[in-house]
């Protein structure tokens, strides 16, 4: 990573690793950041979901069920890799953020750029498209509080 991150960019990312060995997966992928930003209940992403009407508990129990119907049961540790998808993901954040630090928002509409990871999936069934997840951004970051 070669960009700036926000502090709950971070997080997720660190998160990340954890959430995927506590499903029994041995990768990291873009479901487990996403999830990772669904449990910071006050980013960016977050409060973007929220103003289009979306409960992150919902979304989080969804994509769970989804992920751990086909994951061994077995906690992983240590060190895990990046998909390719998840570093491709990264690499669109970073090019989306061009000099800003790199946020939950980014990271998720970059997911959506991609649009072809499990997050995105689960978003675009819901219905939110990458037009409305960066408009509810951008009005989540203009009221006042945020």
């Known amino acids: 990573m070669s960009a700036s991150y926000?502090?709950?960019a971070v997080d997720a990312l660190n998160?990340?690793?954890s959430c995927a060995g506590q499903i029994g997966h041995d990768?990291?992928?873009c479901e487990h950041?996403?999830?990772s930003i669904l449990a910071i209940k006050n980013c960016s992403a977050v409060k973007a979901l929220r103003l289009l009407g979306h409960s992150t508990d919902e979304l989080s129990c969804s994509l769970r069920a989804s992920l751990e119907s086909g994951a061994s049961r077995t906690a992983v540790k240590g060190s895990l890799p990046l998909t390719q998808r998840t570093k491709k993901v990264l690499e669109i954040a970073e090019?989306?953020?061009k000099n800003l630090p790199v946020n939950t928002c980014t990271l998720v509409e970059a997911m959506l750029r991609e649009g072809?990871?499990?997050a995105a999936?689960?978003?675009f069934n819901v219905?939110?498209?990458l037009e409305k997840f960066l408009s509810a951004a951008l009005n989540s970051n203009n009221e006042k509080g945020s």
């Open 33 to 35: 950041i996403f999830l």
């Open 116 to 118: 072809n990871n499990a």
């Open 15 to 17: 998160a990340s690793s």
């Open 127 to 129: 219905g939110v498209t």
């Open 95 to 97: 090019m989306s953020a």
């Open 121 to 123: 999936d689960l978003l």
């Open 6 to 8: 926000s502090k709950h």
């Open 27 to 29: 990768f990291i992928g």
